[in-house]
Antibody
Framework: QVQLVQSGSELKKPGASVKVSCKAS????????MNWVRQAPGQGLEWMGW????????TYAQGFTGRFVFSLDTSVSTAYLQISSLKAEDTAVYYC???????????????WGQGTMVTVSS | EIVLTQSPGTLSLSPGERATLSCRAS???????LAWYQQKPGQAPRLLIY???SRATGIPDRFSGSGSGTDFTLTISRLEPEDFAVYYC?????????FGQGTRLEIK
């Protein structure tokens, strides 16, 4: 079945980096854009941006430039989110989520990963 | 940036009742690019409605969406026990996708 499986929880110290993976299965990975969404503890959903899985071109939302990098490994149908220079305020659940229809971006999200909890604490 | 304001913040109803959730946008949402999601504790969001009124695959027909422009509504015709959750609206008609702050639907 169509699914996205994310890597496990991470505990990192301030200033460190983390790389979250999102492995797709059950569909053609390069046919649908992939988004990243952040949810801080007890808070709502925040869109971080998206990546065209065919071209690898990323688009970052305001507030997610500089320390955040979206990347792909199409050979294993996997998208990645890397966050550098981690801060306490980066503590959140990070979701990958697939566009409904295409690789054009700016769509609803029909398939979601289970989420990866990233905790930043000294 | 399009700001989405959901109301009420919390809705207390009983199973079998009708639920009406509102989402108001700070400016018109292009082509009714408005979606609704359900999120239960410890779970990822689930797409219910996209394009303001189209049900996603596998979503029961007790869920319906309506509206256009700046005012949108999610209606659950007869609440089932599994429907008590947090609901988010999302607009994807602009270059910055935004979500509402959520409506918590709780059992009365």
């Amino acid at each position: 079945q169509v699914q996205l499986v994310q890597s496990g929880s991470e505990l990192k110290k301030p200033g460190a980096s983390v790389k979250v993976s999102c492995k797709a299965s059950g569909y053609t990975f390069t046919s649908y854009a992939m988004n990243w969404v952040r949810q801080a503890p007890g808070q709502g959903l925040e869109w971080m941006g998206w990546i065209n899985t065919n071209t690898g071109n990323p688009t970052y939302a305001q507030g997610f430039t500089g320390r955040f990098v979206f990347s792909l490994d199409t050979s294993v149908s996997t998208a990645y989110l890397q966050i550098s220079s981690l801060k306490a305020e980066d503590t959140a659940v990070y979701y990958c989520a697939r566009d409904v229809a295409s690789n054009s971006g700016y769509d609803a999200f029909d398939i979601w990963g289970q989420g990866t909890m990233v905790t930043v604490s000294s | 940036e399009i700001v989405l304001t959901q109301s009420p913040g919390t809705l207390s109803l009983s199973p079998g009742e009708r639920a009406t959730l509102s989402c108001r946008a700070s400016q018109s949402v292009s082509s009714s690019y408005l979606a609704w999601y359900q999120q239960k504790p410890g779970q990822a969001p689930r797409l219910l409605i996209y394009g303001a009124s189209s049900r996603a695959t596998g979503i029961p027909d007790r869920f319906s969406g309506s509206g256009s422009g700046t005012d949108f509504t999610l209606t659950i015709s007869r609440l089932e026990p599994e429907d008590f959750a947090v609901y988010y609206c999302q607009q994807y008609g602009s270059s910055r996708i935004t979500f509402g702050q959520g409506t918590r639907l709780e059992i009365k």
